[in-house]
């Protein structure tokens, strides 16, 4: 069997008007990242990318101390739901500003709504697909790592919504799970799982072993 190795995209530009970069902070945790797998002699035989700048960006950081020269294989199905359509999908008015503790938990109080309602199937946001035909994107990578990878270390990098997804596919959690566990995930976190013929089989979750000094506290972000 092989593995499949799943990171979260490092830090991004949260604030900023183009959220789809990395900040200079995500890009020192994706650089760590891939310092400590060479420390550990860490290989992998194939990448998978969603087609999001701050996906490439990641592996980026990522691969400047792995040196990997393998085939990347970029599949637009492990790119994030458009969190601005789901918000707008349930609640017209505009918001306040995310820079106030109100105005951040708002954002994400709605967005947990229009979450739910949207994997529920009673909305559907503008330029989104349905979320069985976004679950079923996942997947579909998912058995192609299957099928074509079963003896390799794989590595992954996306988003927290695909991850979560794909994490709560395995599990079969309700969806108020699945929507706490894209809340939970960690810039550059790490979640493993074994690849077999036919399916994945759920190891590890959101761990940070590039991360753990205590002097480390600061590089855990979640946005």
């Not at 998978?48 to 950081?61: E, I, K, M, N, V």
């Not at 938990?105 to 199937?121: E, P, Y």
Request: aromatic share 8%.
């Amino acid at each position: 069997m092989g593995t499949l190795t799943i990171v979260r995209h490092g830090q991004a530009s949260f604030l900023a008007d183009d959220y789809d970069q990395l900040s200079p902070l995500g890009k020192s945790q994706s650089e760590r990242l891939g310092t400590y797998w060479a420390s550990r002699g860490q290989s992998f035989d194939a990448v998978f990318l969603g087609s999001l700048r701050r996906h490439a960006q990641t592996f980026a950081g990522i691969n400047a101390g792995l040196q990997l020269g393998v085939p990347t294989h970029v599949r637009p199905e492990l790119n994030e739901y458009d969190s601005h359509a789901v918000i707008a999908a349930t609640h017209a008015s505009p918001l306040p500003p995310r820079d106030t503790p109100e105005g951040f938990k708002q954002h994400f109080r709605i967005l947990r709504d229009g979450l739910r309602q949207w994997m529920d199937g009673t909305v559907a946001p503008e330029g989104m697909p349905s979320y069985q035909d976004f679950v079923a994107g996942i997947v579909s990578v998912a058995r192609e790592i299957c099928q074509h990878h079963v003896k390799q270390n794989v590595l992954l990098v996306s988003s927290g919504g695909p991850i979560s997804t794909l994490v709560g596919h395995l599990l079969a959690t309700m969806p108020e799970t699945t929507i706490e566990l894209n809340y939970q995930i960690r810039n550059t976190a790490v979640c493993e799982m074994r690849i077999t013929p036919k399916r994945l089989k759920f190891m590890t979750f959101n761990a940070l072993p590039h991360l753990d000094a205590i002097a480390d506290g600061a590089l855990h972000t979640y946005a």
